[in-house]
């Protein structure tokens, strides 16, 4: 279940064309709407993006450095297909996981499009997932 922080992005992400204010403004946003892992419920979750190239993007299972990855990254690991939503666009997402030199490599990219990644980080000692979201036409 979406907190009420959550339930306000996504409400002004939808309303707004995918431009929010607050915390989130003026940084990319998709709405990954996963598979719930443990309820097989439908779940939407506010994530920042990266862009990498014209059909995937990268998203950081941060969780904001806590010691437990978001509940987004395990649902994405028992079904690794969910819905992007990005501005006013919706796609089919394909989850890989990235491993070793080619995630410290996106993790970094992030980190220089946003330095609070780099916070996160060092909030947690667990490794922080990076996961490449390939979208095609919903």
Known sequence: MASDFNKQV?????????????YFEGSPL???????????????????????GDDRVIVIA?????????????????TPVATA????????????????PDRDA???RMVAQAPGFAEYEAKTT??????ALSLSPA
């Open 10 to 22: 996504i409400e002004e992400f939808r309303a707004n064309g995918g431009k929010v204010g607050g």
């Open 30 to 52: 998709v709405l990954l709407t996963t598979t719930g892992a443990k309820s097989g419920n439908q779940v939407t979750s506010p994530v920042m993006y990266l862009n990498d």
């Open 62 to 78: 941060s969780n904001a450095g806590a010691d437990k990855h978001p509940a987004w990254y395990h649902n994405l690991v028992a």
């Open 85 to 100: 939503e990005i501005g006013t666009d919706t796609y089919t997402a394909k989850a890989e996981f990235v491993e070793g």
């Open 106 to 108: 996106l993790y970094a």
């Open 126 to 131: 667990r490794r922080i997932p990076v996961v």
